[in-house]
């Protein structure tokens, strides 16, 4: 199957000198055959960065636009004047069937904003969210966290969706049988926590055919208890950045106790192999490539501050989606849940007629 | 000035076998002079403990208790049948100036709600809060999180309050000189996160004399960005339970890779001082004892999971709580705040007055 996607050249912190280095690498790892690229942004600037990437020089399009979406654009300033953008431009292709999928490391509030206009959400889907992939030390290696920040005040309804993506995401894109679903909690206990999470964790264990494991605690992220973890975005936001800033904290205290003998540095140039490992697998870049999920096409959020090695994960990640029919199956998801529902409300409604006919007989 | 502290000998997972070498050792680390203890559970068992603790034998008293609050107490039954066990005594003795300050390693829920009845809440607190004390990279070394989980959904007023009791404590128990707060949210910029964290950073921005250093992220927990990091009950015990999950993740990861290879395991055993270190100041254990801040009494809770050290240490904390007055200090705070946002009250119907009066003169 051949897959066509639509990059942003000029997102992220670094640009179009990172992005196509990035797309070049994702063309040398992938085992993809036929794969194609459309390159959106400043041609000229897209050009000279090809003359260093002669694989994708030779599969790729350049569409030039002369509005180009920053970092600094503001999301309402994207969606108004972005669709001749860049970004804009690169998500219309989508839209229209160019291409299978998009990818930036653009300014994530303008491409949230930019996709959520153009490219719609799925019926059943009130707001789209943004996973995280941790890597973790049991388990399938790695926990699927949402929502990362895209959701700030979530109902429960909310939080139901997310774990039917989030589950959807696990077994397409990572290709985990019946993955298990946690709702991140204070406790794991039934009777903890707020309403919303309450609420929530009636309507998940009543799903057929879902692998429900119930509340889990902040401590199972990175124990890969589940192999998803459900979360509101303010809780989810701040808790993937508290863990981003605890690895850099041991990091930097590895270095700084190593570093401060004799013994630490020679300890350290022996072990240098094992200790690459550790950083190889820690490393936020291996699992690079947010998604905005719950939109009727793929969209791939690729970090603003990541390298070539990063952006080519993102890819990587964008090529997963279209390969494994990502979009029907959450859409299959929803259906069954909503069909489970109307068949609930119709049980309830023939239940309450019943009763009622007793009442007036009797 | 001489210390007394009333303890639950009771308390934690391992019981008067952890209490009691945890209570000697404490006294054996102590600049303390005059120290003394009571000690409130199982007599006989107590007594046996004894045996082995030379020095706490010599400056403790038993009280002994038929009731026992466990880790299974109902919160509700301890408040019941409490007041008669090893915890509720040992909360009254403080009350009633007995002892300084009460240490338990019990049941949180029980010991909380026993003190919140037994002994109250400050003027203008609503909720105690329980602080964590996370160590970092640079800044002071460490950064005091509030709230831990004590109270789930919080108004912006409960977060004001946070800040006032984390500022009192980072002042007094840790010495340092005028504290930077920061409250906890999804981004840095002003405009981020909901109607509740909003309304609080408007508030802490006008107290007067006051470090107040805006939004903070997950990620300056472990940085050090500030001295004191607050948030709601729900996400600060997410945050901090996602730390220790991760500070594990990393452990293990390590120990995976430096025993899977000879030179992982020759570099281990060369650099094991700098391997120490790490772990050493990475050790949750020295940061043990947490606070119910917020009552009229200094009430420390130390970790139910604890060992002889980590009890130790809360210790500790209970005695530089007392030394540094730090209930006078919350106070003095909380009436200065009160007496501010009087006075901007009394401006402000000053203003309204003036403005009526303006308009009957014209």
Redesign the interface.
């Known amino acids: 199957m051949s897959v066509t996607l639509a990059i942003d050249a000029m997102g992220g912190d670094l640009g179009v000198s990172m992005v196509i280095p990035g797309t070049e690498l994702a063309l040398k790892k992938t085992q993809v055959k036929d794969l194609r690229f459309l390159l959106y942004g400043d041609a000229p600037a897209i050009h000279i960065a090809l003359e260093d990437a002669p694989l994708l020089k030779a599969c790729s399009e350049i569409i030039h636009t002369d509005v180009i979406v920053t970092n600094y654009t503001k999301p309402a300033v994207a969606v108004r004047s972005g669709r001749k953008s860049n970004l804009g431009m690169a998500i219309e292709a989508v839209r229209d069937g160019r291409a299978h999928a998009v990818v930036s490391a653009g300014n994530t509030g303008a491409y949230m904003a930019l996709s959520k206009v153009l490219l719609k959400t799925l019926d059943g889907i009130n707001r789209p969210a943004i996973p995280a992939v941790m890597?973790?030390?049991n388990g399938h290696g790695r926990t699927i966290v949402l929502d990362l920040?895209a959701n700030?005040?979530c109902s429960a309804i909310n939080l139901v969706q997310f774990a039917l993506m989030g589950e959807a995401f696990a077994s397409r894109v990572f290709n985990i049988n019946r993955p298990t679903v946690g709702l991140?909690n204070?406790g794991s206990e039934e009777v903890k926590?707020?309403a919303g999470v309450q609420e929530a964790f009636q309507i998940l264990r009543n799903i057929d055919d879902f692998n429900f494991h119930g509340f889990v605690?902040?401590?199972?992220?990175?124990?890969g208890t589940t192999d998803v973890v459900v979360?509101d975005?303010?809780?989810g936001?701040?808790?993937?950045?508290?863990?981003?800033?605890?690895?850099?904290?041991?990091r930097?205290?590895?270095q700084?106790?190593?570093s401060?003998?004799w013994?630490?540095k020679?300890?350290?140039?022996?072990?240098?192999?094992?200790?690459d490992?550790?950083k190889q697998?820690?490393d936020a870049r291996h699992y690079n490539g947010a998604v905005f999920l719950g939109l009727r096409h793929i969209a791939v959020k690729s970090h603003g501050g990541t390298d070539a090695i990063g952006f080519a994960n993102a890819i990587g990640v964008a090529v997963s989606m279209v390969q494994s029919n990502f979009i029907d199956g959450v859409q299959n998801r929803l259906r069954l849940l909503q069909n489970q529902q109307e068949q609930n409300k119709l049980e309830q409604e023939r239940a309450a007629a019943e009763i009622r006919l007793t009442e007036t007989v009797v």
Do not use: Q, W
């Open positions: 890597p973790t030390t920040g700030i005040e991140l204070v926590g707020h605690e902040g401590t199972d992220i990175m124990a979360t975005g303010f809780s936001n701040i808790a993937l950045k508290a863990i981003e800033g605890t690895t850099r904290f041991v930097d205290l590895l700084k106790c190593m401060s003998s013994r630490g020679l300890g350290y140039l022996i072990a240098k192999p094992a200790f490992r550790v697998v820690s």
